[in-house]
């Protein structure tokens, strides 16, 4: 069986760890170094599934931002394949399409979709889709 984890690769964005029991362990990046979960993908063993959302820059996104936000993706993928993990790249579309939270944009929609699914986390804006792609991603490698 594989570990599944997600990130939600903005600067806002967080990475979850998806425990054996369906546990999902939210780390914001507020708060979350890249050595961090360096540390949490290496230090599981075995088959290790990353569920990344597929980003693109944003029209009218200047351009240091939007290279600070490619550097950081590259950065995501570093660690990712360091750590031995397969990568599945997942589009805002699908994840949020199969989490029943079309959010057009709104991050209202997704973090109250999270919140409604994960009663027991403190969602935020911050880890909301993290939370979300983890979801999707363990519903995608069979409910584990």
């Known amino acids: ?3 599944v984890f997600a990130i ?3 600067q806002n964005g967080a990475f ?3 425990l054996p029991d369906g546990t999902l362990l939210p780390y914001p990046f507020t708060h979350t170094t ?8 290496s230090a599981c063993v075995g088959k290790k599934t990353l569920f ?6 944003m029209p009218g996104q200047g351009i240091a931002s939007s290279g600070k936000f490619m550097r950081d993706v590259g950065t995501w993928y570093g660690i990712a394949l360091a750590c031995g993990c397969k990568i599945v790249e997942v589009t805002p579309q699908t994840w949020q399409k ?7 944009g709104d991050k209202n929609v997704t973090k109250r ?6 009663p027991y986390l403190h969602v935020t804006h911050a880890t909301a889709d993290a939370l979300l792609i983890a979801e ?4 995608m490698m069979g409910g584990l």
Do not use: I, N, W
């Open 98 to 104: 199969a989490m029943k939270c079309m959010s057009k």
């Open 16 to 18: 979850v760890r998806v």
């Open 8 to 10: 939600d690769p903005g």
């Open 136 to 139: 999707y991603g363990r519903l």
């Open 34 to 41: 890249y050595k961090d979960v360096a540390v949490e993908l």
């Open 52 to 57: 990344l959302e597929k980003v693109h820059t």
């Open 113 to 118: 979709r999270a919140q409604e699914l994960f």
């Open 1 to 3: 069986m594989s570990a």
